[in-house]
């Protein structure tokens, strides 16, 4: 059940909000989301700080609260929601106060209901008391995988199409008609409601000097005890793997989610940083380590999720349309066995064909992923190349797909 107004104030006191003639305090704020160092943990690890100051130059319209969670193996957000709503909406309207923004507007996807019931019961009960400065309001954009990026959010909630748009500067704010949106998820919200309340120190007194704090990371796959863990920064994959209990050794970590990398035994010591992890091909993304099992065979859990990807364009560029269902049938047909003398290089050349060519980066992180995995899974690739696919192809997923996608593989 998610913690009442009156439970979260009793444990962690009022949202810190400025007095109405408060001076000073939105720079003293900004400057301590700045030595905090917070990075959003919704994928891109921009700095907290500076996307804040992006939008209070723009003239601050509306805070996105983003839960729309696309990455089918994530539940963090929805976690937040659904344990601590309130934690979530006071960084959003700390946010709000700093930016000048003038609304709150809560995404959480059509068919999520737990989630949305736990934020409206939030939202009500915030309802014309102090923690509500500005309107709270929640929006059921569509749950599908791109909706999430914050382009095509903010597209969607101006005219409801969940669209991505091909931003090269970042420092540019996003905008709903004329004024400025802040996008933040679900758990950079909160952590900026923490940092408010306990001061930058703390929040610095977990992970690594270069990246401080804790973050939410959902474990899934061949795990005794799947669900979402806190770790610091900095904490060794294996170390963070482990809390979940895996059934059997590991031959595989997939990092970062469905658009991350796969990473194997050499490098389950690396610590979960995000320069740590860019050194070997991976990032901590939207907060996912998926076990792989001895007993599974990556190539074809490799294209399933190549295969999902493909059946999540939003329709607007080639690469997507056509690049990402041409890789996905190539790595199906390496999963199988089933290869011609000009496979790999065909594939490696619709990679090359297809990576930084799309509006949004989900090209992007299919063909990262598929080139993971043939690296990771080298040797496979060279018995399944050869006509010698391992047993293990035929195996039920250990992966989780929507009950309506298209993950099976020919």
């Not at 939030?122 to 014309?128: I, V």
Request: one cysteine or more.
């Amino acid at each position: 059940h998610p913690t009442d107004l009156a439970g979260h104030v009793r444990t962690l006191g009022p949202v810190p909000l400025p007095m109405s003639r408060e001076r000073g305090w939105r720079e003293n704020f900004v400057a301590m989301l700045e030595a905090s160092g917070l990075a959003g943990r919704g994928g891109a690890g921009f700095p907290a700080s500076i996307k804040l100051a992006v939008a209070h130059a723009a003239g601050g319209g509306t805070v996105v609260v983003n839960a729309m969670e696309g990455e089918p193996a994530s539940d963090k957000d929805k976690l937040l929601l659904i344990r601590s709503p309130h934690l979530v909406l006071d960084g959003a309207q700390l946010l709000a106060a700093a930016s000048g923004a003038r609304q709150v507007m809560v995404c959480v996807p059509a068919g999520r209901e737990h989630a949305a019931a736990a934020a409206n019961a939030a939202m009500a009960e915030r309802l014309g008391t102090p923690h509500a400065r500005v309107p709270e309001a929640l929006v059921r954009p569509p749950d599908q995988f791109v909706a999430g990026e914050e382009s095509a959010l903010v597209r969607w909630v101006e005219t409801g199409a969940s669209l991505p748009a091909f931003r090269p500067d970042k420092g540019q704010a996003l905008r709903i008609g004329r004024r400025a949106a802040l996008v933040h998820n679900a758990e950079t919200l909160a952590h900026v409601a923490m940092i408010a309340r306990t001061g930058s120190d703390a929040f610095r007194s977990h992970g690594l000097i270069e990246d401080p704090g804790t973050c939410l990371v959902t474990i899934s796959g061949a795990v005794a005890q799947p669900g979402v863990v806190e770790v610091d920064r900095g904490t060794p994959l294996i170390d963070i793997a482990n809390r979940a209990s895996p059934v059997s050794n590991p031959q595989s970590l997939l990092v970062g989610g469905y658009g991350g990398a796969w990473v194997g035994p050499a490098h389950f010591v690396t610590p979960y940083a995000s320069l740590s992890l860019r050194a070997i091909g991976a990032s901590a993304g939207v907060g996912i380590v998926i076990v792989l099992g001895s007993d599974a065979c990556g190539l074809m859990e490799s294209a399933r999720i190549a295969h999902y990807l493909a059946g999540q364009s939003m329709g607007q560029c080639g690469p997507c349309v056509y690049g990402l269902p041409a890789i996905a049938d190539d790595v199906t047909r390496l999963a199988h066995g089933r290869v011609d003398a000009g496979l790999l290089a065909r594939l490696d050349r619709r990679q090359r064909e297809v990576e930084g060519r799309g509006a949004c980066r989900h090209p992007d992180g299919a063909v990262n992923l598929v080139r993971s995995a043939l690296n990771v899974f080298a040797a496979d690739v060279r018995a399944h190349a050869s006509g010698a696919p391992c047993a293990h192809r035929d195996r039920p997923s250990v992966l989780r797909f929507p009950p309506t996608s298209k993950t099976v593989t020919r």
